[in-house]
Nanobody
């Protein structure tokens, strides 16, 4: 139900925008966010945003990344700037979605999109 796009290979200092769209029979979406997992490391939160627009960022990306969402389109985006090699990872979008009958809240994950930053 979550489809991510926008990854790629860039140079240090470049910008990149990731997008993620939710689809299907959805009753509501609460928090949405982006996580990343570098090789050999755990998956960590990069940024999250509530349906009211409250955002949270990992310290390592504050001031460089910006998360936004369009509730009507059921999308979440991550604008990344001043990228550095430490940002290299597979990025996963995430959303708390209520769907089904009866309506049930579940955490959903996108398929992951690779971001590679070279120096």
């Amino acid at each position: 139900q979550l489809q991510a796009s926008g990854g790629g290979s860039v140079q240090a200092g470049d910008s990149l925008r990731l997008s993620c769209a939710a689809s299907g029979s959805i009753f509501s979406i609460a928090a949405m966010g982006w996580y990343r997992q570098a090789p050999g490391k755990q998956r960590d939160l990069v940024a999250s945003i509530t349906n009211g627009g409250t955002t949270k960022y990992a310290d390592s990306v504050k001031g460089r990344f910006n998360i936004s969402r369009d509730n009507a389109k059921r999308t979440v985006a991550l604008q990344m700037s001043s990228l550095n090699p430490e940002d290299t990872a597979v990025y996963y979008c995430n959303a708390d979605i209520t769907s089904g009958v009866p309506p049930t809240l579940r955490m959903h994950w996108g398929q992951g999109t690779l971001v590679t930053v070279s120096s």
